[in-house]
């Protein structure tokens, strides 16, 4: 192997793969390669045609072997903060969860717990082939910026911002409209556009039984202004619904509400939109909103979401883990196959019948790739394999028990693809992933270390969990 010219100029040649391109005409090259050059993808086509045209100029040529290419994954709802808190706060309704663990768990982290806990999630994104993702708020987003550097990954992070309504804790960062927002600013100026492009930062709003109108209005604004996105959570629970519509004065609920605040925008990700009515999705579809569907999640708390009504009137829809307490795998694999089967499953029970097309494997591949670069504002530059776009793919390697044999590629990639078949990933046009070593970090030292902290934490928020068996020693 020769050695890397520098990065704006070093040439990296894989062959020999099978390219899902998920570009717009859906192309696949049953043999083909990808040409990086520096951080972006030079060309693609035939290996014959690529070898030819491209060998002189490669400084490394990889050979796949038959291996599956994809656009990195997208994982669009993604609480970092919270992987610490995995098992804290399970069999246990959403507002119990929030009041009575999150919150107080959240609010009791220093940025190094944040750091240490983003370290510890991106481990698990990386390793179900996540190069990209959107943060749905914590309290310290330097914290997660500096992991995100390190590990390699894309992000869009944002604080987690509340400035009213039940359950907010006494010691959370920011509580009034002006805090909320000047604090944002300050985290943009820090953070946007920085490790190499790869971060950008977006305005976050937690949720609506949380949020005066004005500090809607106040992020409405600002994110507009600085042309970033916003990510909420969305219509998750009836009693979200039933509050809006008893204090606001509205005929539904959060959707028909945000509508009249002129939140419903193009750069407003909304998580969940579980419980939203017809009218609710046109409007969602009309103003071109971008919904992140959890279904692991949404099945423990929150219900089922009317995905395929959102697919069917054109809503933008892409695929979340959430966090580690709600899901509590941060595996996008798993997630498309959930996704798969709840979206069956509800539809055949909507219709008193079968309905194994809804929702098919080729609609999961786009929800995580092309969908959610759209949900994070990044498709000029993400979400397909194409000349031209930043070089952020996925190594799949599916000659194992679990995906074997391969007689529809694309069916294999959803319904039988494991975590443990993601084998290289690419962010960048940087390894962040090879042959299943994660290269930035120490792993186990990141594992040690953040177990240590989750502990020390849970006893500074003073939480203890009950005993679900009889503990005999
Ligand atoms: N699932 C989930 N729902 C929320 N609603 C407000 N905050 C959260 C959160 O952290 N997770």
Same mark, same amino acid.
């Given at each position: 192997m020769e050695e890397e010219k520098g990065d704006g100029s070093r040439v990296l040649l894989l062959h020999n793969a099978v390219i899902v391109t998920m570009d717009n005409d859906l192309r696949v090259f049953q043999n083909g390669s990808v040409v990086v050059a520096g951080d972006r993808i030079e060309a693609i086509g035939r290996s014959s045609d690529i070898l030819r045209e491209f060998s002189d100029r490669a400084n490394e040529t990889l050979d796949l072997e038959g291996r599956f290419l994809l656009p990195g994954f997208i994982?669009? @709802?993604?609480?970092? =903060?919270q992987q610490l808190a995995?098992?804290?706060?399970?069999?246990?309704d959403l507002m119990t969860w929030l009041h009575a663990r999150i919150w107080p768990y959240e609010s009791n982290m220093t940025e190094e717990d944040s750091y240490l806990s983003t370290l510890l999630c991106g481990i698990e994104l990386i390793r179900s082939g996540v190069t990209c993702f959107a943060e749905?708020?914590?309290? $310290?987003v330097s914290g997660m910026a500096r992991a995100v550097e390190l590990l390699g990954l894309r992000a869009c992070l944002v604080q987690s911002t509340m400035d009213s309504?039940?359950?907010?804790?006494?010691?959370? =960062?920011?509580?009034s409209i002006d805090h909320c927002i000047e604090s944002q600013i300050e985290l943009y100026k820090r953070h946007h556009n920085t490790a190499n492009g790869r971060i950008r930062v977006w305005f976050g709003l937690r949720q609506i039984m949380n949020a005066t109108d004005e500090l809607i209005a106040a992020t409405r604004e600002i994110a507009q202004e600085l042309k970033t996105g916003i990510h909420m959570h969305v219509a998750e629970i009836p009693f979200e619904n039933e509050l809006v519509m008893d204090t606001?004065?509205?005929? $539904?609920?959060t959707v028909s509400y945000l509508d009249k605040l002129g939140l419903?925008? =193009?750069?407003l990700l909304a998580? @969940?939109?579980?419980?939203?009515?017809d009218d609710e999705i046109r409007s969602l579809a009309n103003a071109d909103v971008k919904v992140s569907h959890c279904p692991a999640a949404a099945m423990r708390m929150l219900g089922f979401a009317p995905i395929k009504e959102m697919l069917d009137l054109g809503v933008c829809v892409s695929l979340g883990t959430d966090g580690a307490p709600s899901n509590?795998?941060?595996s996008i694999v798993d997630e498309m196959y959930v996704a798969s089967l709840i979206n069956k499953g509800r539809e055949a029970y909507i219709k008193g019948s079968t309905s194994?097309?809804?929702?098919p494997a080729e609609v999961m591949l786009k929800m995580v790739t092309a969908n959610g670069a759209k949900a994070v504002l990044w498709d000029d530059d993400i979400g397909s394999i194409e000349a031209?776009?930043?070089a952020d793919m996925v190594i799949i390697n599916p000659f194992s028990w679990s995906m074997?044999?391969? $007689?529809?590629s694309i069916s294999s990639l959803v319904y039988c693809m494991r975590?443990?078949?993601?084998e290289s990933v690419m962010c960048n046009g940087q390894w962040i992933m090879k042959d299943k070593k994660i290269l930035n970090i120490n792993e186990e030292e990141v594992i040690s270390l953040a177990v240590k902290a989750s502990s020390n934490i849970l006893k500074r928020a003073g939480i203890s969990l009950p005993q679900r068996f009889n503990l005999i020693c």
């Open positions: 994982n669009t @709802h993604v609480h970092t =903060s995995r098992g804290i706060a399970d069999d246990v749905a708020g914590g309290q $310290h309504g039940q359950g907010l804790p006494t010691n959370w =960062s920011t509580v606001r004065k509205v005929d $539904h609920g419903l925008r =193009s750069n998580a @969940h939109s579980v419980w939203v009515n509590n795998r941060m194994p097309t809804a929702l031209g776009k930043k074997l044999p391969l $007689h529809d975590t443990e078949n993601i």
